[in-house]
Each structure stands twice: as structure tokens, then as C-alpha cells.
């Protein structure tokens, strides 16, 4: 056993600050900590020892802090989330549940959503969690309007239109999809309200995925939330829960999905189960960021590759991995991104990155080309920088974005030889048309690995830029407002239920 470095934790049991450590065993990274009153834990934090040190060494952002901290710093990390001033990361999305209703019980839920009306927060008090969002968040602003299942309120479409009559910049639906494939007046009236992309759980190709989860067959409603986004010109981004002996073998139809429905599907953003709210007791459904991405590899018989996920975008490098590809008119994947390059550097802090690219990429296409691609522009909260400008930061040098090479299965090629018609090289090939060709053809593959009590580390809280929006008006990052001891007792989202 290696020693690699130690953490500030959390027992399982108990929920009180521990100390603990990181180590090494047969190549892979635990956590192991132990408490005086109830014994150590250990937990799988990474399948590979090099992989987790290569993500540390390509990992470099700029922070920016929240702009008005709410609480004081009285008994420490974790217990003082409002934000308090040692909140290290500026939010780049802020999470706003309407309700607390759910139409599913899915066997994996962190909310575990139950079907209350009464728990429902009035419009008032979503008027206040805006102006929270408002007061503690950066320029631009962005939020996710969530739940619960956030279509089962019938005041959606107004709940999204004072919204955007306050000021927010952006707002995205995480919604289950079920209400939106079967009812076409409902989807209009919040299409028009003004939603800016739609954030649909999607866990697989198959109703065999669904029925083991939900019970229910999903497959259909999921491909007619897609057809009617495309109608609208809405962006959509699939989000699958991802663990083993469920869907980890479906990883790669799901990226084939997405790409047969570009322009209108921007992304993939899968999230590893991870044990809070209501899950199976057994845990050894769990799946690594690394196993995640090793099966990523080998469904896509190579073509998207571990390498080609960089840290970029992330809270800390162990946060998750991000990959931008083009796609083949034949299908086939040519990613822009490998760890070996480092990861996209410009003078913009990562909370406005990821608010940048949310607002972007993840839009619809008719919005897309009006912002980062269609002007060769990529605009943050202080600048706006041109993309050709934008340089990639490995260990030793720095590269401009346009002089980055693509590999597909039998050569590399130059990003400016890339023409829109297709993938091979051709002598009027140039930038331009790379540009052009981008804002329908790319495809960003990302994934999430929220924290439980069990891989729970403090700097990575610390450093978390999505917070979710409380309703006595704080903000308290995702990890730390999911968080629940081994028997299911939430850490902080039971004050919700209590008010």
C-alpha cells in the first residue's frame, strides 16, 4: 500500500469530520478514513493510479469566488454551506427544484422524490431563490430548474417566464420527458416561456434499462421529447445514470444516439451512480470515471479514446472529464481534445467556461451560431476572446487551437484542413469552414462523478461551482445538499422537506 495524500472526510454513520487518506493497491486510488466511534471505510475512488495522476497534471484553471457570500464560517466545511467565504469557486450553475413530486420511483434517486403537492415551494418563494441566484452568482447567470420532476407543476411555463423577466440569463430543464412526449400544448407553452435547452435523464436504447430502473418502458418517450426539441430548435443534452450490472454496456449506443441527432442533441453528460437518497444497499454497482471512460473506449472501437477526456470544465480534476468530437456525415467520431495537449486555457475562470459553454454548445442550433461559434468568438463575463486564439496548455508549451491535429482510424489531419462536406482533406479546407462545419457536427461528452459520504473529500466541496439554490435563500453545493449517511438521512435537503 502507497500512501498518496490524506483528506478531510465524512462518517458514513454519523456524518462528523474525519480524517482519512489516499492510497494505492494493485494500480488503483481508495480512500480509506476511520472514525473513533464507528470503525474505518474504505472506498474506490479510481480503477487506475496513472490515469488519476495524469488528470492531475493536465489540470490548470483560474477561479473566481461567488460574488456575495450568506453565511459565516463557524463550524467548518461542511456545515456552514450558505455560501460562506471560504467557498473557494464562483457558481457556474445553480439549481433551482420547484417541486419535490416525482412521477417515476426509480430505484436510484438522490432527491428520493416522493409525490407531496403540499412540499411544493409557492411563486413567491421561487421569486426569492431567483434573486438569490441573482445576488450570489456572477454575470452571466445560469440556472437548471429541477426536482423532483419539474413538469408536473402546471405554472412551469410561468414559473420560466419570471425568470427571465428578472434576469436570468439562461435556463435549462431537467425533466424525465414524459409529460413533454405526450402533451404538445404543455411543451409549447414552455418552449415559448423562453427555456434556453432541455436536460433529459436518458439511460439507454433499450426499454429493458428503463423497466429495470423505473418499471416502466421509457425508450419511445425519450426518442419523442427529442423529435419535438428538434421542431422547436431546442438543444438538448442527455444525461444517463451510469453503474454496473445496469447500463454501463449501453454507454456507446447512447453516444451513437446522440450523434444521429445532431444538431439538436449538444451533449452527453453521464453521471456515475453515486450512494445518497434512495439506492440498492449493495454498492457494487459503482463505476469510476475511468471504468466509465475505458467503456466509452471500447464501444466506440477506439474511435473516442480515455485520452481524449480532459479535467477541463471541472470543479478539481478528479471532478469529472470532458470530451468536444466532431462527427463523420458517416458516423464516425474525430475528438479535438486529449490529455496530452492539456487542457483549453484562456483568461476566463472555469465557473464562466462552464457557464460558456452550457450557453453555447448546449443551446439549439439556431442559437448556437449566433454565439461561440458563428462569430469565431467565445465570450465570458469580463471579455470575449477569438476561438483561433484560444491555446492548449500542455506541461511544456502552449498551442493554438487551429493548429491541432484530428486522428480518425487512418491518418491525422490539421483542425484547419477540415471541410464541412466532410472529414477527409481537401484543398479549400480552412478555418472557416471548420467553424462552420463545427456548429452542427460536434458532439461534447462529458461526465459528473458526484460525491456520497463514502468518496467524500473536502477540497473537492470547496472547490464545487454547482449549488444548489435553498429556499430560505442560500446556495449549497450539489455534493454537500445530496449528502445522506448510510441510512439514508440527508445532510442538508431534509431542512427543505421540514419548512
Not at 474506490?44 to 469566488?65: G, N, Q, T
Not at 481534445?337 to 483549453?344: E, F, I, K, R
Not at 486564439?389 to 484542413?417: A, F, R, V, Y
Not at 477540415?418 to 467553424?435: A, C, Q, R, Y
Amino acid at each position: 500500500m502507497e500512501q498518496i495524500g490524506t483528506v478531510e472526510s465524512l462518517c458514513p454513520e454519523c456524518l462528523k469530520k474525519i480524517d482519512g487518506v489516499k492510497y494505492v493497491e494493485d494500480g488503483k486510488v481508495y480512500i480509506k478514513k476511520e472514525c473513533p466511534d464507528h470503525g474505518s471505510f474504505t472506498a474506490l475512488i479510481s480503477s487506475d493510479i496513472e490515469h488519476y495522476r495524469l488528470m492531475d497534471d493536465c489540470f490548470d484553471v483560474d477561479r473566481a469566488k461567488v460574488k456575495a457570500p450568506l453565511t459565516d464560517v463557524e463550524r467548518g466545511c461542511p456545515f456552514d454551506c450558505g455560501i460562506c467565504p471560504e467557498h473557494k469557486q464562483d457558481t457556474c450553475l445553480a439549481v433551482v427544484e420547484v417541486t419535490d413530486r416525482c412521477n417515476m420511483g426509480c430505484t436510484y434517486c438522490f432527491a428520493n422524490s416522493s409525490m407531496d403537492e403540499s412540499l411544493d415551494p409557492d411563486m413567491e418563494t421561487i421569486r426569492g431563490m431567483f434573486e438569490t441566484v441573482l445576488k450570489c452568482q456572477n454575470k452571466p447567470t445560469c440556472i437548471q430548474i429541477s426536482g423532483g420532476e419539474p413538469t408536473l407543476r402546471n405554472d412551469l411555463a410561468e414559473i420560466i417566464e419570471m425568470g427571465k423577466e428578472m434576469g436570468i440569463d439562461h435556463i435549462e430543464l431537467n425533466t424525465n420527458g414524459n409529460r413533454i412526449a405526450r402533451d404538445q400544448d404543455y411543451f409549447d407553452k414552455v418552449a415559448a416561456a423562453g427555456i434556453d435547452s432541455l436536460y433529459l435523464g436518458f439511460d439507454g436504447v433499450s426499454d429493458d434499462i428503463y423497466i429495470q430502473r423505473t418499471g416502466k418502458k421509457q425508450y419511445d418517450i425519450k426518442a419523442e421529447v427529442v423529435k419535438r426539441c428538434e421542431k422547436a430548435g431546442l438543444g438538448v443534452v442527455l444525461v444517463p445514470l451510469v453503474a454496473k450490472n445496469y447500463n454501463l454496456h449501453e454507454v456507446g449506443k447512447i453516444i451513437d444516439f446522440a450523434s444521429q441527432h445532431l444538431p439538436t442533441i449538444r451533449g452527453v453528460h453521464f453521471q456515475p451512480v453515486f450512494f445518497s437518497g434512495r439506492s440498492p444497499e449493495e454498492m457494487e454497482a459503482r463505476v469510476t470515471i475511468h471504468e466509465l471512460l475505458e467503456a466509452i473506449e471500447e464501444q466506440t472501437d477506439s474511435q473516442i479514446k480515455v485520452d481524449n477526456f480532459t479535467p477541463a470544465l471541472m470543479p478539481t480534476a478528479h471532478c469529472g472529464a470532458t470530451c468536444l468530437t466532431l462527427v463523420a456525415p458517416n458516423g464516425g467520431y474525430m475528438p479535438l481534445t486529449n490529455v496530452s495537449q492539456g487542457a483549453m486555457k484562456s483568461a476566463s475562470d472555469v465557473a464562466s467556461k462552464t457557464k460558456g459553454s452550457i450557453m453555447g454548445r448546449w443551446k439549439g442550433a439556431e442559437e448556437d451560431a449566433k454565439s461561440s461559434c458563428g462569430d469565431l468568438m467565445v465570450k465570458s463575463s469580463c471579455c470575449e476572446t477569438p476561438l483561433s486564439q484560444i491555446t492548449i496548455k500542455s506541461s511544456c508549451c502552449e498551442t493554438p487551437i487551429s493548429n491541432l491535429t484530428i486522428k480518425g482510424s487512418c491518418c491525422e489531419k490539421p483542425i484547419s484542413d477540415l471541410s464541412p462536406g466532410s472529414i477527409n482533406t481537401n484543398d479549400s479546407g480552412g478555418w472557416g469552414e471548420f467553424i462552420e462545419m463545427s456548429m452542427n457536427s460536434y458532439l461534447t461528452i462529458s461526465t459528473m462523478a458526484f460525491q456520497d459520504v463514502w468518496t467524500y473529500e473536502k477540497e473537492r466541496v470547496e472547490n464545487c461551482c454547482i449549488h444548489v439554490v435553498t429556499r430560505d435563500g442560500r446556495f449549497v453545493p450539489f455534493c454537500n445538499y445530496n449528502m445522506t449517511d448510510c441510512n439514508g438521512n440527508f445532510l442538508y435537503r431534509k431542512e427543505e422537506e421540514d419548512n
